[in-house]
Every structure is written in structure tokens, then in C-alpha cells.
């Protein structure tokens, strides 16, 4: 199968779609961003890197950027980081605050709000929010391959100003002794961790540590690897993370800038990019076209 043909084919399908989701709006920089942008990119073993659509553009990782973090807090703390943060899919909206009260402040998985500020809180405990930031940007840099890449500072501004969701789950969980850090330092090192902005082919590239294929870094070990992509399959899109096991069989990681990440193991690294959001705050065309690609290439971690 020609995989560049694929990809052009899904970019120029995409736009037909019915239903492009609803961009988000939370913050006032999302108001330039064009629903109508759409990109697929295909890293491969060997270096080589396939793309369709806007793929050179810049977005947000916001949730993406997750994954980068609970790579460097196992580095970091290895297991003990699950005395303080689950490995359980939660059922629940993104930033929900339900299951910390009846859980006693420990959040059910690393990628629901409550579970990245753990594992932020975790990184920055002997450490200052500028030296955790640095090391999340050399990770990603490394991950890539490539230097360009920032944080874009008026994005995590905005979300700085309007983190009352976040600051009350930092406080919820500070009541329960989960939180070693001010408020302030894990949500100030928080938002900017989620306005680190890439490409689609800067995505795809940056995932190639979790597929195991030739030639692509090898930031952690194999066990940790398995590991995040098990996290990511059952808990990467929150309460749509079973309908993505069920349409893609890839594990996967979601941001509501629109990107998502999916890692199909030796083969490639998928990265795709549509703003529009379905009801859990996943990409709405994104879902659907590493669906489709997954369809017509047979990957699936489900055999
Ligand atoms: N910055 C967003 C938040 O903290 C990220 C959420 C997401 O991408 N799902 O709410």
C-alpha cells in the first residue's frame, strides 16, 4: 500500500465530513484559531516522515503533552509515583473533581487534570517550575529530533487566568496531602507544559519513542514504554477512551488544541491535527482519520 497516497486520500476526504466538532473557546487565543485546518502525519521506521494537509502548522499540545511529562516523572520516581496517582480509566470529563472526594485525592490516571498535576507536583519537588519547563522542552526536543520547538508564552497566560478548575483540583488534592508544592508552581509549570506548540509532523516524529521501531530515539526503557502506551489506549481520550480502542485499536493521547498522538507499535507514529472537538474534548476528524488509516493499513495492537 502507498501510505503517501492514503494519507492525500484521508486529507482530501476529511473536509466532506458532516461533523467537524466545535473548536474550543476557553481562551481567547483559540479565537484565530481556523476550524477548517486538518493534518495527518505518518512517522516510519528509518527517519522517514509521510504528511498530508497543514502538517507544517504550529498548535498547542495541551493534553498531548501529558505523555512527555509521565515519561519523566517514571524517570524520575520509577513506581513510586503510583502511590500518588492511578492507572485507572475514570469514566469522567477531563477535569472532572467527582472521584477525587470518595478516592481520598488520589485521581485515577495521569492524564485526567487531576493526574498531570500529580505528576508535575511529583517532577517539581526538588526542583523550580523554570528547571522542570527546560527539561520538558530538552525531552521533547530530543524526542523530535528538532530544537524549534516552544512554548507559546500569551496561551499560557491565558490559561494561568482562567485555571479555577485546575487550582481547585490542585487544592482538593492538597487537602489530602497529594500535593507537595504550592498551587501556584504546579499550575504555573502546568499551563506551560500544555502551551508547548508543534506541527503535525513535529507530533509524529515526537512519538517515535513509544513505537519500538528502528531508528527512532530511545528515551526510556522498553517496560516503560509498554507501559504509557497501556495507559494511553485505556485512558488517553478520558470518557471516549473506549470508543477509541473500539474505531482506531491504537493507544492514543488527545489535547483539546486538536491534536492526537496514536503509536502503532514497530510500525509508525501517527499524529493528526483538527481543531473541532467532539463531546469529550477529543478531535472530531482526528478520531476519524486515524480510524480510517488504521482500517486500510490493518494496524491495530488487537491482532
Ligand atoms: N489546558 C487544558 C486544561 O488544563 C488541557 C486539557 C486538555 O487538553 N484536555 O484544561
Redesign the pocket.
Known sequence: MDLQILLNEIAAEMPTAPDRGTVAR?IPEFDCVDPARFAIALALPGGECLTAGDADEAFWL???SKFFTLAIALGRLGDRLWTRVGREPSGLA??SILQLESEAGIPRNPFV?AGALVVIDAILTASTPRAVLAEILSFIRSAVGEEDIHINKSVAAS?QNT?H??MALAAFMAAYGNMNNAAALTIGT??HQ?AVEMSCRQLALSGRFLTGMAGAPRLISTARVRRINALMMTCGH?DGSGEFAYRVGLPGK????GGILAVAPGRASIAVWSPGLNAQ?NSQLGTLAIERLARATGWSVFG
Do not use: H, L
Request: glycine content about 16%.
Open positions: 476557553y495541551q493534553s498531548i477531563f477535569n487534570n490559561e485555571a478548575r485546575n502546568y499551563v500544555c478520558y488527545s489535547g483539546v488544541g474534548g
